[in-house]
Nanobody, 121 residues
Framework: QLQASGGGLVQPGGSLRLSCVAS????????IAWFRQAPGKEREGVLC????????YLSFFVTGRFTISRDNAKNTVFLQMNSLKPEDTAVYYC????????????????WGQGTLVTVSS
């Protein structure tokens, strides 16, 4: 299981750090991605980190503002979001797959329940 947390209300230009904690599986050998779904829009990829700690931006719109990291000892992956914009408002989901990163939703085996991020003044 995956448990995403850390969402909330933040003003434009602010920062948030999301966490994705795994239970029942060891994240060391998995690629972990963050996806998001804005109201009325399709789910889209954000960032992914693989088992060798290489990361891949899945969205052009977060390049340079969002970063991804992992703490294997805590079985946790983090999404650091800086310079947040209203268009970043969405439910953010973490997901895993046992091979490399992919932008395809259907490639992921396990999903967290999502955490809501609202960027508004």
């Amino acid at each position: 299981q995956l448990q995403a947390s850390g969402g909330g209300l933040v003003q434009p230009g602010g920062s948030l750090r999301l966490s994705c904690v795994a239970s029942g599986l060891t994240l060391d050998y998995y690629a972990i991605a963050w996806f998001r779904q804005a109201p009325g829009k399709e789910r889209e990829g954000v960032l992914c980190i693989d088992s060798s700690w290489s990361f891949t931006y899945l969205s052009f719109f977060v390049t340079g503002r969002f970063t991804i990291s992992r703490d294997n000892a805590k079985n946790t992956v983090f999404l650091q979001m800086n310079s947040l914009k209203p268009e970043d408002t969405a439910v953010y989901y973490c997901a895993t797959r046992d091979t490399g990163c992919s932008a395809r939703i259907s490639d992921y085996d396990y999903w967290g329940q999502g955490t809501l991020v609202t960027v508004s003044s």
